[in-house]
């Protein structure tokens, strides 16, 4: 069982910038690809950002130019960059990781709200 604690979600205003911690608890099978999701109200939870282990980045294209994944492998630690924030960000922001068998681990959420 991993576990997952978020930090540095808030209030922000449009343009500013937030930055997400996500620490994950040692696991036996190890740690392998990591990443954010995120869930408006009255919306589905959709991809933000993932990392592979080796660093290999993906984003889904709202956040493309304006995010920035970040691992730190020694630490267990996955960060998410967001600068030039929009109201259209605002949403929970959950942190997720996969260990080597596939099982996928979730943490509890961060709230960000972005101000017009």
């Known amino acids: 069982q991993v576990q997952l604690a978020e930090s540095g979600g808030g209030l922000q205003q449009a343009g500013g910038s937030l930055r997400l911690s996500c620490a994950a608890s040692?696991?036996?099978?190890?740690?392998?690809?990591m990443g954010w999701y995120r869930q408006a109200p009255g919306k589905q939870r959709e991809l933000v950002a993932t990392?592979?282990?080796?660093?290999?980045?993906n984003y889904t294209d709202s956040v493309k130019g304006r995010f920035t994944i970040s691992r730190d492998n020694a630490k267990n630690m996955v960060y998410l960059q967001m600068n030039s924030l929009k109201p259209e960000d605002t949403a929970v922001y959950y942190c997720?990781?996969?260990?080597?068998?596939?099982?996928?681990?979730w943490g509890q959420g961060t709230q960000v709200t972005v101000s017009s």
């Open positions: 040692e696991t036996f099978f190890g740690i392998n690809g």
């Open positions: 997720t990781v996969d260990n080597y068998l596939g099982t996928s681990y």
């Open positions: 990392v592979t282990r080796d660093g290999s980045t």
